[in-house]
């Protein structure tokens, strides 16, 4: 099979080294994408650089490297499309399609998540105030292919959500949905801890008039004491004298079976066996693993 159009993509967030889990995300879509003659992009997600590790992007690089990983293209660097993100808040608050809110944390630690709109109607000025987006009382579903179909009223259960934070960072949720329409992602691959968010990414490609990407999101890695496995609990980054065997090991966590023979292959010779094996209806229908179970 042969999709030259399918364009996927990998976006790390540089607050720390690449873990294992990551290895599971970053596996699934080049070979989603790879296994149909596709595009696989990079994109560093660095919009929020106090969370930034030093030297984190130049690591997160190099494992890929080491790993046998190749992409299509320049790196992309999200800071470097600040003034994208800047035009677009601007033209939806300009079209009261978005407004400022000045609420603290406190002010909101009451409410479960779900922003009460405090400020829907205040007409703060966007000086020095979080600007918003209002959300209609609307019911957003997609059909993911591992997870299955996902719905989620978000004017209800999110509230209307914040595009560009009181310090004058830029949401990830603006972010993601206007690079991957501008870099044509045709098909989101990423871990299962986005699926909640999938929704508010939908509300705002329908407001903007942009094409819906498939999505598949894959089970996250979790540690014995039920947390993911990510930066904040310090996994341990991916060793670079054991791409074989990490590799192998996040095959089969994906539901792939590699035969007995790769237990000696190179990283390469595991990814061309994963690209022409690649079967997504066998990653598990699970939105989390226990790192344990697959070692």
């Not at 080294?17 to 790879?34: E, I, K, W």
């Not at 944390?105 to 998540?113: A, N, T, Y």
Request: hydrophobic content about 35%; proline content about 6%.
């Amino acid at each position: 099979m042969s999709d030259s159009t399918y364009i996927g993509r990998f976006a790390p967030t540089p607050s720390g080294h690449l873990h294992f889990g990551s290895l599971v995300a970053a596996l699934a879509s080049y070979l989603d994408a790879r296994s149909v003659g596709g595009r696989w992009l990079l994109r560093m997600e660095d919009l929020d650089p106090p969370r930034e590790v030093a030297g984190a992007q130049d690591a997160i690089l190099q494992a890929l490297q080491t790993y046998g990983f190749e992409w299509d293209g320049e790196l992309v660097r999200q800071s470097d499309r600040h003034p994208e993100y800047a035009a677009l808040t601007e033209r939806l608050f300009s079209q009261g399609l978005a407004y400022a809110c000045t609420c603290s944390r406190k002010q909101l630690e009451s409410h479960g998540g779900v922003y009460p709109g405090i400020c829907r109607n205040a007409g703060h000025d966007p000086h020095d105030a979080a600007i918003r987006l209002r959300v209609p009382e609307l019911e957003y579903r997609f059909t993911d292919r591992v997870q299955g179909e996902f719905r989620q009223q978000v004017g209800r259960e999110v509230g209307d959500f914040v595009i560009r934070r009181r310090d004058g960072l830029y949401a990830y949720q603006l972010a993601v949905v206007l690079d991957d329409a501008w870099q044509g992602i045709t098909d989101v691959v990423r871990g299962a801890d986005l699926l909640d968010s999938t929704p508010r990414q939908l509300y705002l490609q329908e407001l903007l008039g942009l094409r819906q990407p498939r999505y598949l999101h894959v089970p996250l890695i979790i540690q014995p004491d039920g947390h993911k496995l990510g930066k904040s609990y310090r996994s341990p980054p991916l060793p670079a004298d054991q791409a074989p065997a990490l590799l192998l090991r996040a095959l089969r966590a994906l539901g792939q079976q590699p035969p007995g023979e790769l237990a000696s292959a190179t990283a390469r010779e595991l990814l061309d066996w994963g690209i022409n094996h690649w079967d997504a209806t066998r990653i598990p229908r699970s939105r989390t693993l226990a790192e344990a179970q697959l070692r």
